[in-house]
């Protein structure tokens, strides 16, 4: 276990995808945090495995003004602690904070969290309400994707081979408008979501709903995107009859499946009330933060 | 803390050094067992089963022993044979299968290599054929009437008329008033009968099972372990290698948590012939996924309770029908159910049959207050139906109802000085009891019991040249028994608390001493202290009066000196430093040995008060505030008991809320990890506070009462019965995850209100 592999540390994104193309099952990690429990829990073993933390690019965060960019390494601890994607992306960067421990949280990234392609991961349906983009490279010339476009299935992603994700776009959010994730664990920490529910809402001057993205995780094989949901709360106030109605429309979007951490009517149920709940979140957040952009 | 009475005003017996023990600990610089390596050392690794119930028709070992660094491979062929009616028949088969497999993870063979990897790669190699027999997996399925028997020679003990044909029940314990129940029940005004499941849980220690055994060429062995009791260790090992006790020493290691999972045995006796087939030291260290497979679950319950009270709230009559599953194997489930199901209440006519059931799942083991906490979980959850249903305060219930000194239990036994009463009172009186709830949240009370054991103690006291003292005991140290035995000495001796090392002795250093269960090392072991040092003082005294000139009936001990009280004039008080130096003139090295049986352990009542927060959305509850109250008789180190209860109560929040083995059709468990077998965190509870009650044991010579084990045993319905306050829900199946939550509160028709 862990003893064969070959481990490199490449400093350039050109350099990381040369490696990636010299041996079949060489495997990328950012955290390593999903990685190495694989490979303890009887996965087979790389046999090259390439560290993406060395390269600048992957681990810096920069805003033009308009779009932050955000290494696709960046340990989730330097993304919770930056103030401008926290005022910026509320949510987004709670989610970031929800992976694993503090010790965790060093190492854990959102390329890592996406790339890893589980069901349950928690900062996917952040990216995907806010439009986040995935910049590619790999062996031919980069590209940019929707992060949704991302994962495909569990553990199975769009990504070529030889490809890795290197940093996240995501514009600026306009004014009026703020976004909030929330989960189901059993217990309070260390744990894997249940459900999750990520929302991203803009008000208009009046105060109803100008538009609206909702996303769940963990009851179905990917993210799933609630545009029922999203059409009841458009041109309403984010209460009553409209909230009601995200919560059904996000419970008929789920499509879970029984296992140990829980059941399909229990998902489903928990689906609809916490879909109805980050909406609530994000409105008032995106109450208080009124005109600034 | 609540003190019932005046106690005699002690130096050191009641305060709180920081433990001997500590300060390694908390650096990190404990030696635990894993922690030791041994050069030549081999890493052993366990062959296990894939499926839960099969008949190994060939292990082929060849390819195996073939592979590089391999140096020794065994099966259940390397030990002597052992025949169903042998004493330890179960923990020897067990330990290692030999004919059949009877849960995924049962243990078949061994490799040693000179690398884990090593190891690991041969026991992949190990090939093993099976023929794949139908699992029983429940309760129900274990007691359908074609039921796949899981042991041929499996008759059941206690059936009434005897049973003639094997079964999967290995015995059935009744308990009786010997009233009639039908005239008692008839004196009732309100009956009720409610039935309640439960799922097998682990201990949860956070450290795996380890060991390193070096084997030498004269055939004696050395092992160094974890576990509750090293001198099971070596006669269990023994037993099975079919060796004499003299060859085996067994050091203790520190340990990182048992809770009663760690008193029996998994793999000393395989590196022990491991290691002597490679004549070489072999080293074996569990993961958590053998921990959770292979070791230790608490049983599996089925439980149907009938209660007869009358109107002002006497409970006149109570049948109990209980159900536990010990796993693979014969337990002591049922019976410890039965002592406990009613014990902790004046019921006059009583009937409760027991049954132990075996099923394909992993051997149970014992688990802080064995079976107590689920026959609480029935017994306590009732009690608040019933307080509901008479409009009766579920408080003012539990003191009409509560057994005190005098009255009888179970058994027929009369109850010594017991705190029952008392610890209701301290919580009754605590700020807790009567403080506003929050929206969306309940409040429960539940009361808790258990018998607490004696057993066989030994000590030794060693008083060193410069006057400070070695204690030398054989309880391995689980929860701070170190620290208690130094107080004791200390008190004893009038040596400083910090003059004195605790140390726990290998099986060769000390005494033989029994295992530290049943709440048992403080006080049991603690006795065989005081006997040591009461000997210790007796030789002193009359050190010093030969150094004085006089009588020893004329030399008192007083505060850790020798006065001399004679009319020969003013001699000086000799310390006992002074007699130390002395040793060699006045007949040589001071020491002195307690050894006994202890009698009278106290029982240990507890009563605990829960608050919890219900999101009646989504089931989730949240312990939002504790209070638990317990007799400890006397607590020699305070701190250490608070962390006793309050361990006990972090225990059995996880049991109620999340815990539960979960298993495929198949009978392969699906949680063996700490992701998704649910422990609390430290975030999932609040603080716990710890209400000492002290009414004195009179069998023990400082009044203690062992406080481990009760702690684990109210906080289920307490958890259950908060719940019910939140949301109008009782929940009679374990655990109370948000599904089961949930699911209870739709089916009583929606919110509570959030």
């Known amino acids: 276990m862990l003893s064969a592999m070959k481990y490199a540390s490449p400093t350039t994104v050109a350099e990381a995808v040369g490696l990636l193309g010299s041996e079949p099952d060489a495997r990328v990690y950012a955290g390593a945090t999903d990685l190495i429990p694989q490979i303890r829990a009887g996965r087979p073993e790389p046999s090259v495995m390439v560290d993406l933390k060395r390269i600048e690019r992957l681990c810096a965060i920069s805003s033009s003004g308009s779009t932050y960019t955000v290494g696709a390494a960046t340990p989730t601890a330097d993304i919770c602690a930056h103030a401008g994607l926290a005022a910026a992306f509320p949510g987004l960067v709670e989610a970031s904070g929800l992976i694993g421990s503090d010790q965790i949280q060093s190492r854990s990234s959102w390329g890592g969290n996406l790339a890893n392609a589980s069901p349950a991961a928690d900062t996917p349906p952040s990216l995907i309400v806010n439009d986040a983009r995935a910049v590619i490279a790999g062996p031919g010339a980069e590209r940019t994707v929707a992060a949704a476009d991302v994962a495909t299935g569990p553990g199975a992603t769009s990504l070529g081979p030889g490809e890795i994700i290197v940093e996240f776009e995501l514009d600026e959010p306009p004014a009026r408008t703020a976004d909030a994730y929330l989960r189901l664990i059993p217990r309070t920490e260390m744990d894997i979501a249940v459900v999750g529910a990520a929302a991203r809402v803009t008000l208009d001057g009046d105060g109803k709903v100008a538009s609206a993205a909702i996303a769940l995780g963990a009851v179905a094989p990917t993210v799933v995107r609630v545009p029922d949901a999203e059409a009841a709360l458009v041109g309403n106030e984010p209460a009553g009859d409209a909230l009601a109605a995200v919560g059904a429309a996000a419970a008929a979007a789920a499509n879970p499946i029984d296992d140990k951490r829980g059941t399909v009517a229990y998902r489903r149920q928990v689906a609809g009330v916490l879909a109805r709940r980050a909406v609530s979140i994000a409105a008032e957040r995106a109450r208080e933060r009124g005109g600034q952009s | ?754």
Not at chain 2, 241 to 257: D, K, Q, Y
Request: charged residues 20%.
């Open chain 2, 1 to 754: 803390m609540t003190v019932t009475e005046p106690k005699p005003s002690y130096k050191y017996v009641g305060t709180r050094p920081v433990r001997h023990d500590g300060l390694e600990k908390v650096t990190g610089r404990a030696r635990f067992a894993a922690d030791l390596n041994m050069s030549g050392q081999l890493h052993g690794i366990v062959v296990r089963s894939p499926h839960a119930h099969a008949r190994i028709t060939s292990i082929d070992t060849s390819e195996a022993e073939a592979m590089a660094g391999v140096k020794a491979v065994i099966t259940g062929d390397d030990f002597p044979a052992v025949e169903p009616g042998h004493r330890q028949y179960d923990m020897c088969v067990n330990v290692i299968a030999r004919d059949k497999v009877l849960y995924e993870g049962h243990a078949l063979a061994a490799v040693a290599a000179s690398t884990r990897d090593q190891a690991q790669a041969a026991a992949a190699a190990v090939k093993v054929e099976y023929e794949v027999l139908p699992a029983v997996l429940t309760i129900d399925q274990a007691l359908a009437p074609d039921a796949p028997v899981l042991h041929a020679h499996m008759m059941t003990a206690g059936a009434d008329p005897p049973a003639e044909e094997p079964s999967n029940i290995p015995n059935i314990t009744r308990f009786s008033s010997g009233t009639d129940m039908d005239a008692g029940f008839a004196e009732a005004d309100l009956v009720i009968e409610r039935e309640f499941t439960t799922q097998p849980v682990h201990q949860g220690y956070i450290e795996p099972h380890a060991c390193v055994a070096d084997t030498g060429q004269d055939g004696h062995t050395t092992i160094w372990c974890s576990s509750q009791g090293h001198f099971n260790v070596r006669s269990s090992t023994a037993t099975l290698l079919g060796w004499e006790n003299t060859r085996i020493r067994v050091i203790p290691a520190e340990i990182g948590g048992g809770f009663g999972g760690k008193t029996t045995i998994y793999l000393e006796p395989l590196a022990v012939a491991l290691s002597a087939k490679a004549g070489r030291p072999v080293k074996m260290v569990m993961t958590r996924d053998e921990v959770f497979r292979a070791t230790g679950p608490a049983p599996g319950t089925k439980l149907r309770i009938k209660l007869g009270v009358q109107s002002d709230g006497n409970l006149v009559a109570g049948d109990a029908y209980l159900i536990y599953t010990n796993g693979a194997y014969a337990g002591p489930g049922g019976l410890l159910g039965a002592m406990t199901v009613f014990e902790s209440y004046k019921i006059p006519n009583f009937e409760i049959e027991a049954l132990d059931v075996v099923i394909n799942t992993a051997r149970s083991a014992a688990y802080r207050a064995p079976a107590a906490p689920l026959t609480a979980y029935a017994m306590e959850t009732m009690l608040d139906e019933v307080a509901t249903e008479l409009g009766i305060d579920a408080m003012d219930l539990r003191l009409r109802n509560a057994v005190a000194e005098g009255d009888p239990s179970t058994m027929g036994f009369p109850f010594a000085r017991i705190g029952f009463v008392e610890c209701l009172e301290a919580v009754r009186d605590h700020p807790h009891f009567t403080a506003p709830l929050g929206p969306n949240q309940g409040r429960g009370l539940a009361a808790g019991y258990w018998f607490n054991i004696g057993e066989s103690s030994s000590a030794t006291v060693n008083l060193n040249e410069d006057g400070t003292a070695t204690v030398v005991t054989g309880s391995p140290d689980i929860g701070g028994s170190r620290a208690s035995m130094a107080l004791m000495a200390a008190e004893e001796l009038g040596i400083d608390v910090y003059d004195i090392r605790p140390v726990v002795g290998d099986t060769e250093a000390v005494g033989f001493t029994d295992v530290t269960e049943g709440s048992r090392a403080t006080f049991a072991t603690g006795m065989a202290v005081v006997e040591a040092c009461r000997k210790m003082v007796v030789e002193l005294r009359g050190r010093a009066a030969k150094m004085m000139g006089a009588d020893v009936d004329e030399v008192d001990w007083v505060d850790g000196q020798a006065v001399y009280t004679g009319s020969d004039g003013d001699k000086d008080p000799l310390p006992v430093a002074a007699i130390c130096a002395k040793a060699k003139r006045t007949g040589g090295p001071l020491t002195a040995t307690g050894s006994l049986e202890a009698h009278g352990a106290g029982p240990g009542f507890a009563v605990h008060l829960c608050d919890v927060e219900v999101d009646s959305e989504t089931g989730v509850v949240r312990v939002v505030r504790y209070t638990a109250s317990q007799d400890a008789g006397t607590a020699i180190h305070p701190s250490y008991v608070e962390g006793q209860i309050q361990g006990g109560v972090a225990q059995g929040v996880g049991w109620a809320l999340n815990e539960e083995y979960i298993y495929d059709s198949d009978g392969v468990m699906e949680n063996p990890s700490f992701l998704d077998y649910r422990v609390p965190v430290a975030s999932d509870l609040p603080m716990i506070d710890a209400i000492i009650v002290e009414v004195p044991n009179p069998a023990h010579p400082y009044g203690v009462r062992g406080v481990g084990e009760t702690g684990i045993v109210p906080p289920i319905p307490a958890v259950a019965n908060a719940i019910y306050n939140a949301t109008g829900c009782r929940i009679r199946d374990l655990p109370m995850s948000p599904v089961r939550v949930l699911e209870a509160i739709t089916a009583n028709g929606g919110s509570n209100g959030a």
